[in-house]
T-cell receptor, first 111, second 111 residues
Framework: DTAVSQTPKYLVTQMGNDKSIKCEQN?????MYWYKQDSKKFLKIMFS???????INETVPNRFSPKSPDKAHLNLHINSLELGDSAVYFC??????????FGQGTRLTVV | AQSVTQLGSHVSVSEGALVLLRCNYS??????LFWYVQYPNQGLQLLLK??????LVKGINGFEAEFKKSETSFHLTKPSAHMSDAAEYFC?????????FGKGTRLHILP
């Protein structure tokens, strides 16, 4: 029973397209995140949601729009994809003692 | 602002030797501290965490870390390296629902 699950695992798409990545957690956590991991393995926080409300938006281009329909889901929609968006995107959730659980990642390749 | 510094983007140790991965943080107050491991093409897995209490923390796979407030450090150690320890290791701090990662250290195990 996967704790934090993301779909799809791989996503290959052309520049200019719009795509979405879905994330669900069954841990009952209040806080969910999206992270971007670049080719050098650097993990950068993009967004943080607490109980469906946006808490952190780390100067991410507004082509990226997170949506949280309920506290168990945090989806990421990306408009007008660019080559530089190619990366691995990780969803995570955390509990009260701040430990975060991560999904397996979505490898996005923009061609 | 908080930050995490990991010294050494690559560390190589022989199988059976001591593993030492360094992490320093900057924070005005003691943060929550974590070490995560990432195996190739996988998500992040929590190795250990420090929140409060005992400063020497034991984690999975024989790893441990010591929180030293005076040195603002949280170095990760393992007495005897195993080939299966080869992976990317990330130190992280979590405060106010924001998890900040270091740039990671790739651990190589030499036969």
């Amino acid at each position: 029973d996967t704790a934090v699950s993301q779909t799809p695992k791989y996503l290959v798409t052309q520049m200019g397209n719009d795509k979405s990545i879905k994330c669900e957690q069954n841990l009952g956590h209040d806080t969910m995140y999206w992270y971007k991991q670049d080719s050098k393995k650097f993990l950068k926080i993009m967004f943080s949601y607490n109980n469906k409300e946006l808490i952190i938006n780390e100067t991410v281009p507004n082509r990226f729009s997170p949506k949280s329909p309920d506290k168990a889901h945090l989806n990421l929609h990306i408009n007008s994809l660019e080559l530089g968006d190619s990366a691995v995107y990780f969803c995570a959730s955390s509990r009260s003692d701040r430990e975060a659980f991560f999904g397996q990642g979505t490898r996005l390749t923009v061609v | 602002a908080q930050s995490v510094t990991q010294l050494g983007s690559h560390v190589s140790v022989s199988e059976g030797a001591l593993v030492l991965l360094r992490c320093n943080y900057s924070s005005s107050v003691p943060p929550y501290l974590f070490w995560y491991v990432q195996y190739p093409n996988q998500g992040l897995q929590l190795l250990l965490k420090y929140t409060t209490g005992a400063t020497l923390v034991k984690g999975i796979n024989g790893f441990e870390a010591e929180f030293k407030k005076s040195e603002t450090s949280f170095h990760l150690t393992k007495p005897s390296a195993h080939m299966s320890d080869a992976a990317e290791y990330f130190c992280a701090v979590n405060r106010d629902d924001k998890i900040i990662f270091g740039k990671g250290t790739r651990l190589h195990i030499l036969p």
